[in-house]
Structures are given as structure tokens and as C-alpha cells.
């Protein structure tokens, strides 16, 4: 089966601009995540989807980051404006479901680097 | 606040040593624990989960509920296992999010 797509692979930008990553899950995937991983850091969850349904967005800073997933397939997470701790990778992951604890698949990412 | 503790951030042996990379949590309730590894320029995976009680390239996690820990073990260290290794448990209650520990670097050389 074909695995998470995100697009862009890279970006580079300046404080205060915006940007936006697109992720498309596994087909069929019910369960979307949203993972900011900064350098050094383990992946710490943005926001989580249930189809087009937010699960958890406590720890998305809904100041400058949105995120939405029309029809409960595809997502974008959506940064405005931009600073400098932004720098990251941002991870999308899609899980088959959600009340059982099943195994999240990721994608390649996105680089972000925020200048 | 739940945390997920990784001591080691780089782990360096010779190929055929024995390889523990320890993990802690601080935890309410019965999380379900899970090691994620990253091998060079691939994607994030799934090694092994708590609840299938598998081994997985010769790994295996015995988890310790006493001491919260949940370490990732091989007897026998390979080249191809030099990679970034992710203890994360997950909140069962909530859904099936993980959080992520720092993460150790393990690197095998011959």
C-alpha cells in the first residue's frame, strides 16, 4: 500500500511570513496526526483527527497554527505568521483506529526552517 | 504531566555486544508502551509494541511496571541496527496518541 504523502519535503521562509504542509494518510486511515518534531526533540503532537473531527488540539498554538482535514482524508497545517522557533519538522502519521491502540504510520516529513 | 525519559542520547558498541537502550515513564494511569526507530533517511517506524509481547530484528522491551521502564534489549548488536531508537508510550484513555522521549542515538560499529 502506498504510505503517508507530504508535500513540500522542504521549506525556507521568514519570521512573520506563512506556510502551509499538506498531507495526504493511508487510504482508508481514520486517524490523523500532526507531530512537530524540533531538533534534538522526540515528535510532540500538534493535533489529532478522528475523520474530519479534532481529537486533541491542546498543545497546537491556535494563535498562529490551524489545521483542517476536509472530508477526512487529506489535512493542512497552516502556520501565520511564522517565527523562528517555528523550525522544525513537521511529521504527519494516519492510524487504521482510533479506540484500539494500532500502529501510526508516518510520513517523510517537512523541513521547515524559518530564517 | 506524563513524561518519557531516554538517559542515553548516544549509545556506541561493537557489533556482537549486547545493546540496552532504557526508557522510564512517568504515567498516570496503564499507558500502552511502544519503541519507534528511524533508520538513515527513512521514515519513522514502528519496532516492537508492549502488547504483542514480540521480538522484532532481534529486539525485545520487558516492561517494569515497579520501576516504570520499559528498555529495548538485543543480545547480539548489528550494523544495520545503528539508528535513532523513540520510546513512546501512548495515553490509552484518550485515544492513541503518543508521547515521544528524546530519543537515543545507537550507533554499531565493527
Known amino acids: 500500500e502506498a504510505g503517508v504523502a507530504q508535500s513540500p519535503r522542504y521549506k525556507i521562509i521568514e519570521k512573520r511570513q506563512s506556510v502551509a504542509f499538506w498531507c495526504n494518510p493511508i487510504s482508508g486511515h481514520a486517524t490523523l496526526y500532526w507531530y512537530q518534531q524540533i531538533l534534538g526533540q522526540g515528535p510532540k503532537l500538534l493535533i489529532q483527527f478522528q475523520n474530519n473531527g479534532v481529537v486533541d488540539d491542546s498543545q497546537l498554538p491556535k494563535d498562529r497554527f490551524s489545521a483542517e482535514r476536509l472530508k477526512g482524508v487529506d489535512s493542512t497545517l497552516k502556520i501565520q505568521p511564522a517565527k523562528l522557533e517555528d523550525s522544525a519538522v513537521y511529521l504527519c502519521a494516519s492510524s487504521p483506529v482510533r479506540n484500539n491502540i494500532y500502529e501510526q504510520y508516518f510520513g517523510p516529513g517537512t523541513r521547515l526552517t524559518v530564517t | 504531566a506524563q513524561r518519557v525519559t531516554q538517559p542515553e542520547k548516544l549509545l556506541s558498541v561493537f557489533k556482537g555486544a549486547p545493546v540496552e537502550l532504557k526508557c522510564n515513564y512517568s504515567?498516570?494511569?496503564?499507558?500502552?508502551l511502544f519503541w519507534y526507530v528511524q533508520y538513515s533517511r527513512q521514515r519513522l517506524q514502528l519496532l516492537l509494541r508492549?502488547?504483542s509481547r514480540e521480538s522484532i530484528k532481534g529486539f525485545t522491551a520487558d516492561l517494569n511496571k515497579g520501576e516504570t521502564s520499559f528498555h529495548l534489549k538485543k543480545p547480539f548488536a548489528q550494523e544495520e541496527d545503528s539508528a535513532m531508537y523513540y520510546c513512546?508510550?501512548?495515553?490509552?484513555?484518550?485515544?492513541?496518541?503518543?508521547?515521544f522521549g528524546k530519543g537515543t542515538t545507537l550507533s554499531v560499529s565493527s
Open positions: 513512546a508510550p501512548s495515553e490509552n484513555q484518550a485515544g492513541t496518541a503518543l508521547i
Open positions: 508492549h502488547i
Open positions: 504515567y498516570s494511569g496503564s499507558p500502552e
